[in-house]
């Protein structure tokens, strides 16, 4: 949730060479095509076929899929503009950060009702039609957007209270420190990371721990949404790694000035884009209704 991970030439740093910068561009912008590429076929499937969007875990799914690539195309943008305008009008720039900031949020909220969904299918199959209905499953989306919204919302109307009004009409790097500096802000999203970390994890150990004593003596099925459940944890693991990977990036650029583009770099590909790719290959590969069905609008 750190957005800093998407800019890499940033003002007082030694600027990459032509070629590198190109080549970093290249590859940023191949990795976010390839990956919304994907994600576009796995969102045509959803639409295609009832059974999809009538199951509650396949629209967790395709909510997830659809926030990853708000998230992509965002922090795709962001870094581009680092190396091409560099400065952009603030107002611009604070809608952006809004929206990446959101999507970025959503995705451990969405990874941890996931995880439950797995765990009332095993652990109550009886019930599990009763509690994970189609209007829950909405209702629950939208909980996790207006959880977002309320976390996030505040960084915007303490600035617009604490800063001239100019300020919005002038131009800065677009990095969330630039924009949301307020020492109060800072404080909040501190204490916000650690109230989220701490609910998203407790949940998905639970889940998990639940299923795998569940999955000892019982179905493949059960095997299966462990195993799926623990992809949800790595993925939560790459995700989270967005509340302490700044401090290690930092370290990293002190001891390695000369390398602050290049640390830059591999941060955003390992922070931003990494867990972002898993979401295809938990049900666009593993999942065989989902599977079958992708293999036949892909060989069209």
């Known amino acids: 949730m750190n957005l ?160 001239p009004l100019d300020f919005f009409h002038s131009k800065v790097f677009c990095l969330r420190e630039n924009v949301f500096a307020n020492p109060i802000i800072l404080e909040k999203r501190d204490i916000t990371y650690i109230l989220l970390l701490v609910t998203v994890w407790t949940t998905v150990f639970y889940a998990y721990f639940q299923i795998l004593s569940t999955a000892q003596t019982a179905s493949e099925d059960a095997k299966k949404a462990r195993n799926t459940v623990l992809l949800h944890g790595f993925q939560l693991l790459l995700c989270m790694l967005t509340y302490v990977a700044p401090q290690l990036r930092d370290v990293l650029m002190q001891r390695f000035p000369q390398n602050s583009t290049d640390i830059l770099f591999a941060y955003y590909i390992l922070i931003q884009v990494l867990p972002r790719s898993i979401s295809p290959i938990i049900y666009g590969l593993r999942d065989k209704a989902f599977r079958k069905y992708l293999k036949k609008h892909l060989s069209c």
């Not at 720039?93 to 990446?100: E, G």
């Not at 959503?106 to 509690?131: D, G, K, S, V, Y």
């Open 4 to 163: 800093s991970s998407v800019t890499v030439t940033a003002v007082g740093r030694t600027p990459d060479s032509l070629i590198k910068a190109v080549a970093k561009n290249l590859i940023v912008v191949i990795l976010g095509i390839s990956i919304n590429f994907i994600n576009t076929g796995l969102i045509h499937t959803f639409r295609k076929h009832q059974i999809f969007y009538m199951t509650p875990r396949y629209i967790l799914f395709i909510h997830l899929v659809i926030n990853d690539m708000i998230q992509i195309t965002l922090t795709l943008l962001l870094f581009v503009i680092s190396y091409t305008i560099h400065r952009i009008n603030v107002s611009i720039c604070s809608i952006i950060l809004m929206f990446a900031i959101f999507t970025d949020f959503n995705t451990p909220l969405n990874l941890a009702c996931m995880a439950l969904e797995c765990f009332i299918a095993i652990c109550f199959p009886l019930r599990h039609a009763h509690i994970c209905t189609i209007k829950r499953t909405l209702i629950l989306i939208g909980l996790i957007w207006t959880t977002t919204m309320l976390s996030c919302l505040p960084d915007l109307f303490i600035t617009l209270a604490t800063v």
